[in-house]
């Protein structure tokens, strides 16, 4: 059985950080593709951020600008994102998805596998 179990997410002050991490089991993780997604009340899911198998390639949405970092670790069967100097718009239930790739897609369709997703709640 697949599971893939966020966690780190909850309440911050605007600037502040957190680290998400995604524990998976059922899967090789080095044969897949690891991305974050997230989605805000009332909108769309949207991709942050991914990263290729071996971890050598790393696609970030645009409005991360260098405040979130995606790390694998493929022996322990983690994906963490650490995120900094947090804004309110950084609101959203953040899940961690897997697609059995090569590439970094930013579509959800394309992944196979979703976790449940940790809330990160932003204050101004």
């Known amino acids: 059985q697949v599971q893939l179990v966020e966690s780190g997410g909850g309440l911050v002050q605007a600037g502040g950080s957190l680290r998400l991490s995604c524990a998976t089991s059922g899967i090789p993780l080095s044969n897949y593709v690891m991305a974050w997604f997230r989605q805000a009340p009332g909108k769309d899911r949207e991709f942050v951020a991914g990263?290729?198998?071996?971890?050598?390639?790393?696609y970030n949405s645009a409005f991360v600008n260098g405040r979130f970092t995606i790390y694998r670790d493929n022996a322990r069967n983690t994906v963490d994102l650490q995120m900094n100097s947090l804004k309110p718009e950084d609101t959203a239930a953040y899940s961690c998805?897997?697609?059995?790739?090569?590439?970094?897609?930013?579509?959800?369709?394309?992944?196979?596998?979703w976790g449940q997703g940790t809330q990160v709640t932003v204050s101004s």
């Open positions: 990263i290729n198998r071996g971890g050598h390639s790393i």
């Open positions: 998805e897997a697609d059995n790739d090569y590439q970094v897609s930013t579509i959800r369709e394309d992944y196979d596998y």
